[in-house]
């Protein structure tokens, strides 16, 4: 009788990388969950479907603190996949593993009542992206290279996420995050301004925070230091 010898494949590994939302809590943490649950009312499925990361390098906290942070965000279903700036001696048993190394990138997707995972369209390949179209419900477009223009308008429970500036000659009704590279230069410029959240270099607004008397009008958005300004175009 023969015996036949399969050769099977050698084991292959790869490198991938994957945008992923960072929570750097502060301090009152009451506060910034307070302030985190206002978000979350806003846009309820702001975390479904998203890899997040949680960095505590300001907190510095104890053992015992940290794990009732992470149980915290687990009570509000955001599932922490690691944790930053935290000692491996404080991450015990059931708590996500430790993580370094990362490098600022982009984030999001926020549905309300469109899929809990919209479709996200990833471009690459250049310094610029321009859509001719408008960009719909449900629709999340990811450019980490560099600009985004938008000739049309940006629907509500849409997300337009770019490594650089984002130019809207519609109306933005859904949610525009710039600089998602790490650009605090970065701006957002729009026609009619009804944004359900808007974000620059990591540091978010929502609508509630939003001055009434710029809804409707061209309006620009940047940062100055740690502050988020808008001032109307016209």
């Known amino acids: 009788m023969t015996s036949q010898t399969q050769t099977r494949p050698p084991i292959r590994f790869r490198g991938r990388s994957f945008l992923a939302v960072v929570l750097a809590p502060e ?7 307070a302030d985190l649950d206002a978000l979350a009312k806003r846009s309820p499925a702001f975390f479904a479907g998203r890899a997040v990361i949680l960095d505590v390098t300001a907190l510095a906290p104890s053992p015992d603190a940290l794990k009732d942070l992470v149980a915290a965000l687990r009570q509000r279903e955001i599932p922490i996949m690691g944790i930053e700036g935290a000692g491996a001696g404080s991450l015990g048993p059931g708590m996500p593993p430790p993580l370094n190394g990362g490098r600022p990138s982009g984030e999001v997707a926020m549905p309300g009542e469109a899929p809990a995972s919209p479709p996200v369209e990833r471009v690459t390949g250049a310094k610029s992206l321009m859509l001719e179209s408008p960009v719909r419900s449900g629709q999340a477009i990811l450019f980490p290279e560099g600009d985004v223009t938008v000739m049309g308008s940006v629907a509500s429970g849409a997300e337009i996420i770019a490594g650089g500036s984002i130019h809207i000659y519609g ?3 859904g949610r525009a995050i ?4 790490g650009s605090p230069g970065a701006r957002i410029f729009c026609r009619k301004f009804e944004p359900e959240l808007l974000a620059i270099d990591g540091l978010y607004r929502i609508a509630d925070d939003i001055d009434p ?12 230091g740690d502050a988020m300004r808008t001032a109307a175009l016209d």
Do not use: F, N, T
Request: hydrophobic content about 60%.
């Open 171 to 173: 109306a933005l009704r």
């Open 213 to 224: 008397s710029l809804r409707g009008r061209a309006v620009q958005v940047w940062l100055d």
């Open 178 to 181: 710039a600089g998602a590279a």
């Open 27 to 33: 301090a009152p943490i009451e506060d910034w969950l």
